[in-house]
């Protein structure tokens, strides 16, 4: 029972290079999510998309950019990453078939930008 | 414009003190959905509960329990003889009928539970 699987756990980046980082779930929920957590913050959506080849902005989307070409997979893409991107990035889906259904996280990535 | 205040950044505890998480959340939609999530040490974050505007009716579920006032725009979270497990992140979002029901969270607030 994987739920949200996020890789990888932890990455160290320099200045201007990009990555992409990997969001997966086996429920087969339409509704997935991007978030960054800033230390002692709550949780600021970057992007979001409501099924396969839908996506929307979320709060904080400069610097980000998402593709959902299948249900199952909403991978996030940092094309030059800066310092104000360190941050832990969480993915998230919850089920469409009723408003209002909880998410389910993943475990996190830990992106420091050096 | 929605938004979700969580006043207390912080809060030390004496295992099996009673503690309450603070929630005001603000919105003008009739319809909406107020969770908490837990974020222990470990990094991952955990649902806990959701309850909907029409439903005003308080839970309670073994230790914990959630007061919901639509009065008051609070939405508050107890926990009854805390334990040093209980020591998280306890975030309260928001999710409302506009925008696609996209959840809104407050700063979350730290609980620090002591033997």
């Given at each position: ?97 009723a408003p209002g259904q909880p998410q389910h996280f993943g475990d996190g990535t830990r992106l420091s930008i050096l | 414009a929605q938004k979700v205040t ?110």
């Open positions: 029972n994987a739920g949200v699987t996020q890789t990888p756990k932890f990455r160290i980046l320099k200045i201007g290079q990009s990555m992409t980082l990997q969001c997966a779930q086996d429920m087969n929920h339409n509704y997935m999510y991007w978030y960054r957590q800033d230390p002692g913050m709550g949780l600021k959506l970057i992007y979001y998309s409501v099924g396969a080849g839908i996506t929307d902005k979320g709060e904080v989307p400069n610097g980000y950019n998402v593709s959902r070409s299948t249900t199952e997979d909403f991978p996030l893409r940092l094309e030059l990453a800066a310092p104000s991107q360190t941050s832990v990035y969480f993915c998230a889906s919850s089920y469409s078939g | 969580q006043a207390q950044t912080e809060i030390s505890v004496v295992e099996k003190e009673d503690v309450t998480l603070d929630c005001v959340y603000e919105t003008r939609d009739t319809t909406y959905y107020l969770f908490w999530y837990k974020q222990p040490p470990s990094g991952e974050l955990v649902f806990l509960i959701r309850r909907n505007s029409f439903d005003e009716q308080n839970e309670i579920s073994g230790r914990y329990s959630w007061n919901f006032q639509k009065s008051t725009s609070s939405f508050n979270f107890t926990i009854t003889a805390s334990q040093v497990v209980d020591s998280a992140v306890y975030f309260c979002a928001l999710s409302v009928s506009t925008g696609g029901f996209k959840t809104i969270f407050g700063a979350g607030t730290r609980l620090f539970v002591k033997a």
